[in-house]
């Protein structure tokens, strides 16, 4: 069932699904087959809708029957303008995060794996945030010591055992752009409001890679500072 799986993903390899390769990809929809909306590069128009959340957020998310972008005021929690929300990847838990502790050695002491629960607070220039951040481990890399996560909200880490890799700095933010208020380019820098942001608070990051579809963009954006 793998090799037939495989023959129907697009074999770019890029990583976005949260796995190294499309072949072990496969594996994983061959006992999920609803996580064949974790790929990017494919036509899930119908499987990848902006979830509607009954609430106030200034990030337009409340339910309504008019588009996302005729919601939004465009500006943050403070009155700030920005340019885009970034979105998460289908049934991923939270935006995803490329992170490097301030000792990267926490990261191979901990023994971090995919699935692990972790908490740390994104400190100085990288970001600055003033809440502790919790999520869910995607790939550890024990050379480096960098950490690729899904922050989520607080609840995990009070409810499950967790590992505290303590300070972070925050490298990069992958995801999907579906409303926008600016034409996106590689090299420019934007003003980003990151979906599920607990403060609604805009970010500044550079993009660095693009993928436009039909219905969405996928970016990566590095040199995160909030502003």
């Not at 901990?110 to 994104?122: A, Q, S, T």
């Not at 409001?193 to 436009?212: A, Y």
């Amino acid at each position: 069932m793998p090799e037939e799986l495989l023959t129907q993903l697009p074999g770019l390899d890029c990583g976005s699904c949260g796995q190294r390769t499309c072949r072990q990809f496969a594996q994983v929809i061959a006992k999920n087959p609803k996580d064949i909306v974790k790929c990017v590069h494919m036509n899930h128009t119908e499987t990848i809708a902006v979830e509607k959340v009954d609430c106030n957020a200034v990030c337009g998310s409340c339910s309504s029957d008019k588009p996302l972008e005729s919601k939004l005021n465009w500006k943050d929690s403070l009155g700030r303008e920005f340019d885009f929300i970034l979105d998460t990847f289908p049934n991923e838990a939270g935006p995803r995060e490329t992170i490097i502790p301030h000792n990267p050695a926490r990261t191979k002491e901990l023994g971090l794996k995919p699935g692990d629960i972790i908490i740390g607070r994104p400190l100085g220039m990288s970001c600055g945030c003033p809440i502790t951040h919790c999520g869910v481990v995607v790939n550890a890399d024990y050379v480096n010591g960098v950490i690729v996560w899904c922050v989520t909200g607080p609840l995990n880490s009070r409810a499950k055992e967790h590992k505290d890799v303590g300070y972070y700095s925050a490298e990069a933010y992958d995801g999907l752009v579906r409303a926008t208020n600016k034409e996106l380019k590689i090299g420019m820098r934007y003003w980003f409001l990151p979906h599920r942001c607990m403060l609604q608070w805009r970010h500044s990051g550079l993009i660095n890679f693009i993928n436009k579809r039909k219905d969405f963009t996928q970016i990566r954006i590095e040199g995160l500072f909030i502003g």
